[in-house]
């Protein structure tokens, strides 16, 4: 299927050198689900569930309004944004100050219809909407705590108070991650949300850097290595101000810089990122941390990540 990896294709891996094209940002790091293609359940085991001073959050948009004013802004690296109080203010500020393309992702549930204007009026560029089944049966058994009824229709409210309150530009997806227990659903799923003219993504699953079992991915050890591209183009800043390996260190389990002590362009340019870049760029795999260097996850960036 589309969504499968190509790992003859050469593209999304061009290093952002001087700074990085998209940015995540822990803006909470607290989720009200369990998922079970995810590993938030055991964060404590490595870091604290909180949510970022709103000093460091400005400081790290100022940077990124002067340095890359068209990069992409997660508002979120690994929680959910409903759980952020004062999210619509953080979105406000970014847009006020320039920045161009800033987006979220989230489970949905608690998505009510109050706060889904906020985020709208505040300027959201883009919102992600992970669902990952057609029927409540499958949601369950991945979405575990969630309601497959209420997100839906939270989505659907969504749909219609952007008709009513949002521009153009401004975009709303259901994101449908391809697993074991949900991929004889995809096109049913795909059927639905088109008939509700809502926007699709469909990918593939990760194992998050070999903390959850992702069937789809090969060993590293069968197949001609390629560089990654989440550590070629993209900084994941925890709600401490740490630096992240990469989009799949969800933990921080290479802490690779400091944005409350540099600049944001200092620890990508400088800092020991540029060295893992080098790394992948010439090949030099056996290099790198343990995390990255077992890590088949770089296999999902060569997807084709269908949009609808």
């Given at each position: 299927m589309s969504y499968t990896s190509n790992l003859t294709k050469v593209n999304r891996i061009e290093e952002a050198v001087d700074f990085p094209k998209v940015i995540l940002l822990d803006n909470t790091s607290a989720c009200n689900l369990r998922c079970s293609m995810c590993d938030h359940q055991?964060?404590?085991?490595?870091?604290?569930?909180?949510?970022?001073?709103?000093?460091?959050?400005?400081?790290?948009?100022d940077e990124i309004a002067v340095e890359n004013p068209s990069a992409r802004i997660w508002e979120i690296f690994f929680g959910d944004p409903f759980l952020c109080r004062d999210m619509p203010e953080r979105i406000r500020y970014a847009k006020d100050k320039g920045c161009?393309?800033?987006?979220?992702?989230?489970?949905?549930?608690?998505?009510?219809?109050e706060w889904s204007r906020q985020y709208i009026e505040a300027?959201?560029?883009?919102i992600y909407v992970g669902i990952d089944a057609a029927t409540e049966e499958t949601y369950e058994k991945i979405r575990i705590g969630g309601d497959f009824e209420k997100t839906v229709q939270n989505v659907i409210a969504y749909r219609d108070l952007l008709k009513k309150y949002g521009k153009p530009s401004q975009k709303l997806f259901v994101q449908?991650?391809?697993?074991?227990?949900?991929?004889?659903?995809?096109?049913?799923?795909?059927?639905?949300?088109?008939?509700?003219k809502v926007n699709l993504k469909?990918?593939?699953?990760?194992?998050?850097?070999?903390?959850?079992?992702?069937?789809?991915?090969?060993?590293?050890?069968?197949?001609?290595r390629r560089p990654c591209y989440w550590l070629m183009q993209t900084m994941n800043i925890c709600a401490d101000g740490r630096v992240a390996l990469c989009s799949v260190d969800l933990h921080c389990r290479v802490p690779?810089?400091?944005?409350?002590?540099?600049?944001?362009?200092?620890?990508?340019?400088?800092?020991?990122?540029?060295?893992?870049?080098?790394?992948?760029?010439?090949?030099?795999?056996?290099?790198?941390?343990?995390?990255?260097?077992?890590?088949?996850?770089?296999?999902?960036?060569?997807?084709?990540y269908v949009l609808y």
């Open positions: 055991n964060i404590n085991k490595y870091r604290k569930i909180q949510i970022m001073n709103m000093g460091l959050y400005k400081k790290i948009i161009e393309d800033v987006v979220l992702n989230t489970n949905g549930v608690l998505m009510k219809a300027g959201l560029d883009a449908f991650v391809v697993s074991e227990f949900n991929e004889e659903e995809v096109e049913t799923f795909k059927c639905f949300w088109n008939e509700k469909i990918r593939p699953k990760i194992s998050w850097a070999g903390l959850v079992t992702a069937e789809n991915l090969i060993a590293n050890e069968t197949i001609k690779s810089g400091d944005v409350t002590q540099k600049s944001l362009k200092e620890v990508w340019k400088n800092g020991i990122l540029s060295t893992y870049r080098k790394m992948h760029s010439e090949g030099r795999y056996e290099e790198l941390p343990e995390m990255c260097r077992l890590c088949s996850d770089w296999q999902s960036a060569y997807a084709d």
